[in-house]
């Protein structure tokens, strides 16, 4: 009984090692070996950016000026709002901007996914650009993410989503901007290996021919979509000097909300994707994308099995106890940074990470549970800052 106990402590101790180290390692090493670069050339084709939205009347109107400010040729650029059955002013407010050359798209209630099918099929530009409608791009993003496009290779970009956090938000939304500080370093090593994992919704483009059209509305539209390039043969690259500004969900109830929607759906994309997982057509990429989407999800299961386990084997020697004392103090961390999550003391890394790091992986379980029990979530509702939903 103890020697199997600890066999499958270790084996525990070395996945999860393996899922937050010996991966990203792992990338950075065959990054620096690989190095590949991508041929950028400043180009100009027509690009059509399409802003999905869905009661979004707090923040459509900056959004549009935003997009209507971009160093980007006008009569190059068209502007879509795709509105799923928006229930508020975003579609009057949209309207407004008929005459400055924005088009409206007032659909059904159907998911985020067929508004964006929708869109795509009445674009006319050569690059399809996605956007979320709380997200404001920097004057140039555009020209540097379609620079990317110049290489025949290249059949998609993603940029570099930044956060910028309200005074008064909760602890969590730290953990989520260092999270996505360590996101964009392993999107740039990513990159160097042939293709990052996905894109993220905020920012990113994509050759109008290699869009091809998902009737599924319970998956992640921007790891599906983005992805879909990669499935076809072509890379899908990181450009870090594309910018765009997201601010982060202020409370960690909404920030809960979200990750569980995103993972849910996300699990069911990798379904949908499942042929990127043979490494004889897609190589490395399938390594990197088992084991930051899948095992990685997994993680939270394999800690709640080292845990007990740990206390099982403490009088086995002082490195088992050492073990479930530490993990007795990281949650006990934890446990006090969710309640001074809104507290100024709250904002110590002390406290802050190891919350984050446990809602982020209570998100995923619950998410686990979802794909299990055959849940799906079809239409989005998003976490904005200040709405409280």
């Known amino acids: ?134 997200i404001f791009y920097h004057r140039d993003a555009l020209r540097a993410l379609i620079q990317n496009f110049a290489d025949p290779e290249v059949g998609g970009v993603a940029g570099n989503t930044l956060y910028r956090i309200d005074p008064g938000s909760e602890a969590s939304s730290r953990g989520e901007d260092l999270y996505w500080r360590y996101d964009k370093w392993l999107k740039q090593m990513e990159s160097r290996t042939g293709s990052i994992i996905s894109a993220h919704g905020a920012i990113y483009a994509l050759r109008r021919e290699l869009y091809r059209p998902v009737n599924n509305a319970a998956v992640t ?7 879909g390039v990669i499935e076809q043969g072509y890379r899908l690259v990181f450009e870090r000097d594309a910018h765009a500004y997201e601010v982060a969900v202020p409370d960690a109830k909404g920030e809960f909300r979200r990750k569980v929607r995103i993972m849910s759906t996300g699990l069911r994309a990798l379904l949908l994707r499942k042929a990127l997982f043979n490494p004889f057509r897609y190589g490395f990429y399938s390594l990197i994308l088992f084991s930051h989407k899948v095992l990685r999800r997994f993680v939270p299961v394999l800690l709640l099995a080292l845990f007990p386990l740990s206390w099982v084997l403490s009088t086995s020697g002082p490195l088992y106890l050492a073990a479930a004392t530490g993990q007795i103090l990281f949650y006990g961390m934890a446990g006090m940074g969710y309640l001074l999550r809104a507290n100024p003391l709250g904002r110590l890394k002390c406290f802050y990470l190891p919350f984050f790091y446990c809602l982020a992986n ?19 509702q998003p976490q904005r800052h200040g709405t409280g939903t």
């Open 1 to 134: 009984m103890t020697t199997a106990a600890i066999w499958l402590f270790w084996l525990l101790v070395l996945a999860v090692v393996y899922a937050y180290a010996g991966f990203p390692l792992l990338v950075a090493l065959v990054g620096q070996m690989r190095n590949r670069q991508v041929r950028k050339q400043p180009m100009t084709p027509t690009a059509s950016l399409i802003i999905a939205a869905y009661n979004e009347k707090q923040v459509i109107a900056k959004r549009l000026e935003n997009a209507l400010a971009l160093d980007y040729p006008a009569d190059a650029l068209e502007i879509i709002v795709a509105s799923d059955g928006s229930s508020d002013a975003t579609e009057s407010i949209v309207a407004g901007y008929a005459d400055r050359g924005v088009r409206l798209l007032a659909l059904p209630r159907r998911g985020k996914i067929h508004a964006l099918n929708e869109a795509v099929r009445r674009a006319t530009g050569d690059i399809l650009v996605f956007s979320d409608a709380n």
């Open 221 to 227: 539209d921007d790891f599906v979509i983005s992805t």
């Open 362 to 380: 209570a998100a995923a379980l619950v998410a686990l549970a979802n794909l299990a029990g055959g849940q799906r979530i079809e239409v989005w």
